[in-house]
């Protein structure tokens, strides 16, 4: 435990960025299910092809193959368009945003999944008697839509985010300094590797226990006084 508590501030360096990466990428995550969501529910069927069509390709396709494929892919046609347009020169992506971008993607996703059957979930005549006594969509959403969504939603979203959080390992294989990458860089040098591993271990239980309270808070909160009655 002494080569541990040594390099302790590599291990907590590299702690707070995968714990950033995992919020930051949690809230794109969010944005995409929540536009996925309402594009599979579109009564357009362009639209809904379209969501479909997303929701299917992120499901079809591992996490490192995109995470790959974003980063070393998306640099060099950003680098391919610049040079042949002349507009800007060489690109270098930074890897803490090409890991919070392809998670958030791939997540959005599986976010789009769980509030479409969020939403299925609440029964279709609130929103009729809400829009009935005047209310605009916003107020539809905000006041009818969103707080029962949360409450149909939390449990599959419990387990995305908790997956999410075990994903963000992936992008060390991109270069980026977070937890897995320091702990291993640690480990190799000091001939210690199983030691750092079983540290990051330990750290993950933490954030993952830490999340599940922080989720039970929030889940006492969206169903008080459901239960009871």
Not at 71 to 77: E, P, S
Not at 105 to 124: D, Q, S, V
Not at 186 to 197: C, E, I, V
Request: with cysteine.
């Amino acid at each position: 435990m002494d080569v541990i508590f040594e390099y302790r501030q590599i291990l907590i360096e590299g702690t707070m960025v995968t714990i950033s990466l995992a919020i930051l990428s949690l809230v794109l995550s969010v944005i995409f299910g929540l536009i996925g969501a309402f594009a599979k529910l579109s009564p357009s069927r362009g639209i809904r092809r379209l969501g479909n069509l997303y929701t299917t390709f992120i499901r079809s396709v591992p996490e490192l193959v995109l995470m790959m494929l974003i980063f070393y892919g998306g640099q060099a046609l950003i680098n391919d368009i610049g040079r042949i347009s002349g507009l800007w020169g060489y690109v270098d992506v930074n890897q803490f945003i090409a890991g919070t971008l392809t998670l958030g993607f791939i997540f959005g996703a599986y976010m789009a999944e769980t509030f479409r059957g969020a939403i299925l979930a609440i029964p279709h005549g609130q929103i009729e008697a809400a829009k009935s006594v005047g209310m605009n969509p916003r107020q539809v959403f905000t006041l009818v839509t969103w707080p029962q969504m949360v409450r149909f939603a939390l449990p599959s979203f419990s387990n995305n985010w908790l997956v999410l959080v075990k994903a963000t390992a992936l992008v060390s294989v991109i270069g980026l300094h977070d937890l897995v990458w320091n702990a291993f860089s640690a480990g190799r040098s000091n001939h210690k590797l199983f030691t750092f591993m079983f540290a990051v271990l330990v750290i993950y239980l933490i954030i993952t226990a830490i999340s599940d309270l922080a989720l039970c808070w929030v889940d006492r909160k969206y169903s008080a006084g459901t239960r009871r009655a």
